[in-house]
C-alpha cells in the first residue's frame, strides 16, 4: 500500500493545499494530511479548529483512502510511526524551492529511509498561501476564491468582521 503523509501547518487549508491532495490521490492508496501541533508560527487557528477544517475540505475527494491527523516532533518519526512510504509536499514556484530544499535535505540527514516527493500545484494556485489569505481576511477582503466557504466563514468569525468586497 502506498501511503504518503502530506504534513503542514495548514493554519488554514487552502484551495493550493487541496490541489496537492487531489493530485496525490491519483497517485497513493492512502494520504494521510497531517498538521502540526505546537508549531512556533503561533497558528491563527486551533489544531482542532485546522484539522476540523481539513476534514470538512477532504470529503469530496475520491480516489484514495484520505486521513486527517495531527503530529508532534519530528516529522520522519510521524512518518514511520504511520508506515508511511513518503513525504508529500507541494511546489508553487521557484521561491518554495530553498525552503523546501531546505526541510528535505533536513529530514534526509534524521532518516534517509524516508523520500520526500513534490508535486507543482495548479498555476491557478501558485499564488495562494494562508498567510495571504490570513492578510486579506484581517481587512475584511472576500477569500471565497481561495478557501472553501467553511473556511472563508471561519476566517470572517476569527477576525470578528464582517467583509467588505
Ligand atoms: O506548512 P508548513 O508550515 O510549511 O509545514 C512545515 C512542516 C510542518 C512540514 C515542518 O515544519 C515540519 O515538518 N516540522 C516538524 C518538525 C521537524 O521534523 N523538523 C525537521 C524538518 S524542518
Redesign the pocket.
Known amino acids: 500500500m502506498k501511503i504518503a503523509v502530506y504534513?503542514?501547518?495548514?493554519d488554514p487549508i487552502t484551495y493550493g493545499h487541496l490541489d496537492i491532495i487531489q493530485r496525490g490521490a491519483k497517485v497513493f492508496d492512502k494520504i494521510i494530511v497531517a498538521t502540526?501541533l505546537n508549531?512556533s508560527?503561533n497558528p491563527l487557528f486551533t489544531t482542532e479548529e485546522r484539522t476540523e477544517m481539513i476534514r470538512e475540505s477532504v470529503k469530496g475527494i475520491q480516489g484514495c483512502e484520505i486521513e486527517v491527523d495531527s503530529f508532534d516532533?519530528?516529522?520522519?518519526d510521524y512518518v514511520k510511526k504511520r508506515k508511511a512510504n513518503v513525504i508529500l509536499?507541494g511546489l508553487r514556484a521557484i521561491s518554495d524551492f530553498e525552503?523546501e530544499l531546505?526541510?528535505a535535505s533536513?529530514?534526509r540527514i534524521?532518516s534517509d529511509e524516508v523520500e520526500t516527493l513534490f508535486f507543482m500545484s495548479n498555476n491557478k494556485h501558485s499564488f495562494i498561501s494562508s498567510s495571504m489569505v490570513k492578510e486579506l481576511a484581517r481587512y475584511g477582503a472576500e477569500t471565497k476564491e481561495l478557501v472553501p466557504d467553511h473556511v472563508a466563514k471561519m476566517l470572517h468569525m476569527k477576525y470578528g468582521i464582517q467583509k467588505t468586497r
Open positions: 504534513p503542514g501547518s495548514f502540526l508549531s508560527k516532533g519530528l516529522l520522519v509536499r525552503y531546505q526541510i533536513v529530514n534524521v
